[in-house]
């Protein structure tokens, strides 16, 4: 029982480090061949967006707002790749085999 408290322990203090690299990690997304970029951590807050002048047409705003929506759901993908790369050794991290009876363990 004390080895399963330690495993606990160590994976909390692991999954604590992972989502504070996560707040700080930055990802990026575009669309547009680049012509629209957003910047959002891993987390999910958006940091920045960059437009290019070229998309910028008063006449064809919803060009403009489609393409932002594409950055944000790249950006937002990446973010998500970043989670899953850091967060997911810790899924099967804790050794549930310590003969306790538990299904599937």
Same mark, same amino acid.
């Given at each position: 029982? !004390?080895?399963?408290?330690?495993?606990? #322990?160590?994976? !909390?203090?692991? =999954?604590?480090?992972? #989502?504070?690299?996560?707040?700080?990690?930055?990802?990026?997304?575009?669309?547009?061949?680049?012509?629209?970029?957003?910047?959002?951590?891993?987390?999910?807050?958006?940091? &920045?967006?960059?437009? +290019?002048?070229?998309?910028?047409?008063? +006449? +064809?705003?919803?060009?403009?707002?489609? $393409? $932002?929506? @594409?950055?944000?759901? +790249?950006?937002?993908?990446?973010? #998500?790749? $970043?989670? &899953?790369?850091?967060?997911?050794? =810790?899924? @099967?991290? =804790?050794?549930?085999? @310590?003969? $306790?009876? =538990?299904? @599937?363990?």
């Amino acid at each position: 029982m !004390q080895q399963l408290m330690q495993q606990a #322990q160590k994976m !909390q203090e692991q =999954l604590m480090s992972a #989502q504070a690299e996560l707040a700080s990690a930055e990802v990026v997304g575009q669309a547009g061949n680049g012509l629209v970029h957003v910047r959002m951590t891993a987390a999910g807050e958006v940091q &920045a967006v960059k437009i +290019d002048p070229k998309v910028v047409d008063p +006449d +064809d705003v919803e060009t403009l707002q489609d $393409l $932002l929506v @594409g950055a944000l759901h +790249d950006a937002a993908r990446a973010a #998500q790749e $970043l989670q &899953a790369q850091k967060m997911g050794p =810790l899924a @099967g991290g =804790l050794d549930m085999s @310590g003969g $306790l009876g =538990l299904p @599937g363990a």
